[in-house]
């Protein structure tokens, strides 16, 4: 078919995929040929299939992300109680309310605004120029415009634009680790087709969008474009919604619980005062009132600022909080899953043994490109002939070898394959000098390393001899090497390979004279003879702080599941170092997950390691870790991780070395790309939750206690104990500090020891109940009683409710001293740990009692000074509050003592 002819209709996509088929049944199925498409059937297919581009989600305006910040059943309550003081022209409660909605909503929208990019790196990772074949000629092409049947021109370097069928590959190899977490080049080759079921990670003869070309070239026709592409069906996942914070489904909870309470106390109080006759103004007024009590008009800006505080120390100890309600996330999860190239390990191929042909293993200290390690044989350094032998094959490593390194040249000075440039790293240990050595050592021909042959050869000339220098696989080098036992030396290989090793062999020999006199001999005929320099065993190694973290997680029972696309074996190796797993059952590779035999929910939530994964498959272990009842973090740094963050509870990314793609997707960022930094999330997390629950019971408890009094005095036929205005100035004044000083609690000892929360235990338990309702009742009955005293005693209205006032000022000041540990005593708690909270008790009297003097705002609140005698008479009632709940701690604390051990409730935080 020659293309500029009208091209025939695409067939259907072949439902086993493009791998499937042969180069031939390609084309057929894209109507195609090697010579590409016309400029007209290629114009009609854009308009068809559209532009080979990530579609762009509508973004969201300011004005869409402030009305979200609404969207709480406590804003609702909120700007219902608002509208009702409009209604009944008590202004300055309702400007109180809408102060503070807006200031809520400011802080709210601010975090929110930056984090409106979950598909941009997306959508640019397809954005390049490539060469297309087009009316019989070569033309650089924009990416975008590529359609399914284009044919394309490739060489090292170059980003695949689209998912590709190869057509012929030369030494070809493609870096897809962000896409499938294979932290190592792939070998692609143009071949025949492969079997149906061939995971993603294996297609040789595919090049998939997003990727790119570590070394050689091809020519390869495009089978898919834009959201077609492997790359399109990730970007497609993450249109979907992902699961919300924990914190927010519990304050959701929470807030819907607070809602239907102030509403059925309303209902009750209406029903009452309508009962006796009260006046429909004068019913709406008592509501008002109680609503004003119950609902803690402070509490969102008091939840926010906590997680402000919060982000703010976590951004300290390098972990980047994207979604505010998330911050507290890491402290409720129960499982990490982490992905292992670029998070366990640094992706960076290291050499770490050898073994020398007469003198045995040599481990190699140092991991990545740091130059400090030394060659050690049983602890010791090399003795002179295991040095000398080392350094022979570290110098044929390096010259059979097209990669540069420039130790003091950063991420610029690398450039080349990375077992190349492991093979320089090796050789700069052993001494060598791989500069002078490559200048007087000539390169005179070349093999390079291709998938088929398995090793890549050079001949080199030095001093006027010929040498030529082999590295490869074991398998394919050692049989023809001479004055070996090859079984021997295989099973060498097999046995590092079985501990997780990329193992190579390096020999070489001398050129006899004949073949010298050519010059130029067949390489590819030239292996036999060989002598073998010896075995080298790659690893990319693990973080420093990994292991020690690992451990951390698990002690604050945390588990963790380890994800990769590498082999069972390596995998497994790997997780045997991080103390992840131990035995072969308990890891799973991505065609078990396929299976619905072995891929269980029950079976992947018991399993610790995933290996030969893709990117569905992780979205799958999360998803099945979540149906097993855990709060899963997921962490990640490549493309092929963005779906599973996005699905998850919490998303991780790494920050330095990860892509935008997982960044974006992710609710939290780990700066220093550092695995530790999880487990000081986890404690800054749960440090998080428990000052919220803090304030919470702050709130709440004092809301109950207005509430008591209220309703006390209400149904014995007193009048109300305070005006909607003085609850209003009582909530302004104590709670409104206070709750932003308790936010900046330091965290308590113990955190990281405690099991996580239980998964779906309400923000309001039955601790919190329990502290809640002895303290109200404390603070409300001693209230009520004090109000009808002086009623009853022939005190006025103004008179009594102006001590009540004062009264609870105090309660709350003292109150909230119990409130900055649920478990401990207010004495054991180190003042030092929150000096702010006593600056807001001291400011909080301060600010009433300078009200109390204050012309215009005394008439406003009904306030009058009292006399220090009286003032000393309420110290000791607000104490009672304090007393109460001491011996409320210390009973508890004995009867955990008690109680045998391993049935202790799971504790707050």
Request: aromatic residues 4%; proline residues 5%.
């Amino acid at each position: 078919m020659s293309p500029m002819s009208a091209d025939p209709e695409p067939g259907p996509l072949p439902a086993d995929g493009w791998h499937a088929l042969d180069a031939a049944a390609t084309f057929g199925r894209l109507a195609t040929t090697a010579a590409g498409l016309g400029d007209g059937e290629a114009a009609r297919r854009l308009a068809q299939y559209g532009p080979n581009a990530l579609p762009e989600p509508p973004s969201r305006s300011l004005a869409l992300i402030v009305l979200g910040q609404l969207k709480s059943p406590l804003i609702y309550l909120l700007l219902a109680a608002a509208s009702v003081s409009l209604v009944l022209a008590e202004i300055d409660q309702a400007v109180f309310i809408f102060i503070v909605l807006a200031i809520n909503t400011a802080i709210g929208a601010a975090q929110e605004s930056r984090a409106e990019a979950n598909t941009a790196a997306l959508r640019t990772a397809i954005t390049t120029v490539c060469r297309v074949w087009r009316q019989r000629t070569v033309r650089l092409t924009d990416s975008k415009a590529l359609v399914p049947g284009d044919v394309v021109i490739l060489e090292a370097g170059d980003r695949v634009p689209a998912d590709l069928r190869l057509l012929s590959a030369s030494e070809l190899q493609a870096d897809e680790s962000a896409l499938t977490g294979e932290s190592l080049p792939v070998a692609k080759a143009a071949g025949v087709a492969l079997a149906p079921d061939t995971p993603l990670a294996e297609r040789a003869t595919m090049l998939f969008a997003g990727s790119t070309l570590h070394r050689g070239g091809c020519q390869a026709v495009v089978i898919a474009t834009g959201t077609h592409t492997e790359l399109g069906h990730i970007a497609g996942s993450l249109q979907n919604a992902s699961a919300p914070p924990p914190l927010t489904v519990k304050l959701d909870r929470f807030t819907r619980m607070l809602g239907l309470v102030a509403l059925a106390l309303v209902a009750v109080v209406v029903t009452q005062q309508l009962s006796t006759g009260a006046s429909l103004h004068a019913t709406f007024f008592v509501a008002v009132a109680l609503a004003v009590s119950v609902i803690p008009e402070g509490l969102p800006v008091a939840v926010t600022v906590a997680l402000s505080v919060a982000t703010r120390r976590m951004a300290r100890r390098n972990v980047i909080v994207r979604h505010l309600p998330a911050v507290e996330g890491l402290g409720a999860c129960t499982v990490v899953a982490t992905d292992k190239t670029g998070t366990l390990t640094r992706n960076q191929l290291t050499a770490k043994r050898l073994w020398l042909p007469g003198h045995g293993a040599v481990a190699i200290e140092g991991a990545g490109f740091d130059l400090g390690g030394r060659l050690l044989q049983e602890g010791v350094p090399l003795a002179p002939p295991a040095q000398e032998a080392a350094r022979d094959l570290a110098a044929a490593a390096a010259l059979c070898n097209d990669a540069a390194f420039d130790p003091d040249g950063g991420a610029a000075g690398r450039s080349g394959d990375t077992v190349d440039l492991a093979f320089l790293v090796l050789a700069m240990k052993t001494g060598l000098d791989v500069a002078e050595l490559r200048h007087t050592a000539r390169r005179t021909a070349e093999l390079p390393f291709s998938a088929e042959r398995k090793y890549a050869a050079s001949l080199d000339e030095q001093d006027g001899v010929l040498r030529l220098h082999v590295k490869g696989a074991a398998e394919v080098l050692v049989p023809h090497c001479l004055g070996i036992d090859v079984d021997a030396v295989l099973s060498l290989a097999d046995e590092m390979a079985g501990q997780g090793y990329r193992v190579m062999a390096v020999a070489a020999r001398t050129l006899g004279v004949d073949e010298a006199a050519g010059r130029r001999p067949r390489m590819d005929r030239a292996l036999e003879g060989l002598t073998l320099l010896g075995l080298v065993g790659f690893i990319d190694p693990l973080r420093t702080e990994a292991k020690a973290a690992v451990a951390d997680c698990r002690g604050a029972g945390v588990a963790v599941k380890m994800i990769t696309g590498d082999h069972a074996a390596t995998a497994l190796s790997i997780a045997r170092d991080l103390g992840i797993a131990a035995r072969a059952e308990e890891v799973m590779t991505g065609r078990q997950l396929d299976d619905p035999a072995t891929g269980t929910d029950a079976r992947i939530a018991a399993t610790s390691v995933f290996a030969r994964v893709e990117p569905s498959h992780k979205v799958r272990i999360v998803e099945a870790l979540q149906r097993c009842g855990h709060v899963v973090a997921m962490t990640g740094d490549g493309v092929n991780d963005a779906p599973a963050l996005h699905r998850a509870d919490l998303g991780v990314a790494m920050g330095r070395d990860g892509t935008d793609a997982a960044r974006d997707a992710a609710d939290l960022v780990l700066t220093d790309d550092n695995f530790a930094s999880i487990t000081a999330g986890i404690q800054e997390g749960r440090a998080a939750y428990a000052n919220i629950r803090k304030v919470i019971y702050l709130a709440i408890s004092t809301g109950a206690a207005e509430a008591v009094f209220f309703l006390m005095a209400l149904f014995t036929g007193f009048p109300v104990p305070l005006t909607a205005v003085q609850l209003l100035w009582l909530n302004l004044v104590t709670n409104g500090g206070q709750h932003v000083a308790l936010a900046l609690e330091k965290p308590e000892p113990g955190l990281l020891s405690r099991p996580p929360r239980r998964t779906g235990e309400a923000i309001f338990d039955a601790l919190m109940i329990r502290q809640t309702a002895l303290s109200g009742a404390v603070i409300g009955i001693v209230g009520y009683l004090v109000f009808a005293w002086a009623i009853s005693a022939g005190w006025s209205e103004f008179e009594a409710r102006n001590v009540l006032l004062f009264l609870m000022v105090a309660f709350e000041n003292v109150h909230v001293m119990n409130c900055r540990s649920e478990t401990i005593s207010a004495f054991r708690v180190p003042l030092a740990n929150n000096w702010p909270l006593l600056a807001s008790i001291v400011a909080a009297q301060a600010i009433h009692i300078g009200a109390a003097f204050t012309p215009g705002l005394r008439d406003v609140l009904d306030l009058a000074p009292i006399p220090w005698e009286q003032w000393a008479l309420l110290a000791p009632m607000a104490l009672s509050v304090l007393v109460v709940m001491e011996i409320d701690k210390a009973l508890r604390a004995r009867r955990q003592r008690r109680r045998p051990a391993g049935t202790e409730p799971l504790t707050a935080g």
